[in-house]
């Protein structure tokens, strides 16, 4: 079995984070700032804010926590959305309230929505930008390929199923209501998958020589699992897979933080003109 591991390449990537990030400070006295809000106080999302915070620290990028109540959520992002020293702005999902999420994501001005998720974004969205890079890092060409993607969320499966019919790959994408997919599966070079479904790919679903990223995390009995039930990565040998943990994840911080140095370079541009 090839394993797809995301943490493999992600340290080259953070090496080139770092000196393009001391080359803004340095040349063009630029300092690059994240702000992260959220409203919802859980240890997973205190550990994903986390790992956010030290990343930017490594790369001498600033990541600021706003902790907010929801009736604070709106007058926080225009505030930041105002404020010239920020670069980027996540709102971090979910929310407490989450009949605010359509609001509040593209309340966040279009250039410094990192996470690409506004209806006006300008920047690829962070975990299709790290699924892309992970197969091309791993030599897995999309051109004249079946591919799948399983779910249609707002952070991975729409957004890529735009990127990839963008980029003119032939893409199907099966969600809750389609009533084809374990038939079709079988049939595709390459599988994404993104339900937070435990188990719900087997191993009768996979072709031989298939590449399978799967970009979902769920909790089952205290462990991480991912849509991908746990023996095909054990009796699998003839296919591409992404491991339970550091396959996309650690590819998609990567791929947030070039969104905020691009658009930290983008806004200062604009600035200059």
Not at 33 to 40: F, M, P
Request: hydrophobic letters at 40%; one cysteine or more.
């Amino acid at each position: 079995m090839k394993v797809l591991n995301g943490s493999e390449l992600s340290g080259y990537i953070k090496e080139r984070q770092a000196k393009q990030v001391r080359a803004l400070r340095q040349a063009e006295g630029i300092q690059p700032k994240l702000a992260i809000i959220k409203t919802i106080d859980d240890p997973v999302i205190a550990s994903y804010v986390g790992k956010k915070k030290a990343y930017g620290a490594d790369i001498l990028i600033e990541v600021d926590i706003y902790d907010v109540s929801s009736d604070q959520l709106f007058d926080t992002i225009k505030k930041l959305n105002a404020d010239d020293t920020v670069h980027g702005i996540i709102v971090q999902l979910p929310l407490s309230d989450m009949s605010q999420t359509e609001e509040a994501v593209n309340l966040v001005a279009s250039e410094k929505d990192v996470d690409g998720l506004s209806s006006g974004a300008t920047l690829v969205p962070a975990t299709p930008m790290a699924i892309d890079w992970l197969l091309a890092g791993y030599n897995v060409d999309l051109k004249d390929k079946k591919i799948a993607i399983v779910g249609r969320g707002r952070l991975v499966g729409a957004p890529l199923e735009k990127l990839w019919l963008a980029a003119g790959h032939d893409v199907e994408v099966f969600d809750k209501q389609s009533t084809n997919t374990f038939e079709r599966l079988p049939h595709m070079d390459v599988i994404v998958t993104a339900t937070g479904v435990p188990g719900l790919i087997k191993s009768e679903h996979i072709k031989q020589g298939a590449a399978v990223v799967d970009a979902a995390t769920a909790s089952e009995k205290g462990k991480i699992v991912g849509d991908v039930a746990d023996d095909v990565r054990e009796n699998r040998d003839d296919i591409a897979i992404t491991p339970v943990k550091g396959g996309v994840g650690p590819l998609t911080v990567c791929a947030l933080f070039d969104n905020v140095i691009r658009a930290a370079r983008n806004q200062a541009e604009l600035k200059n003109d």
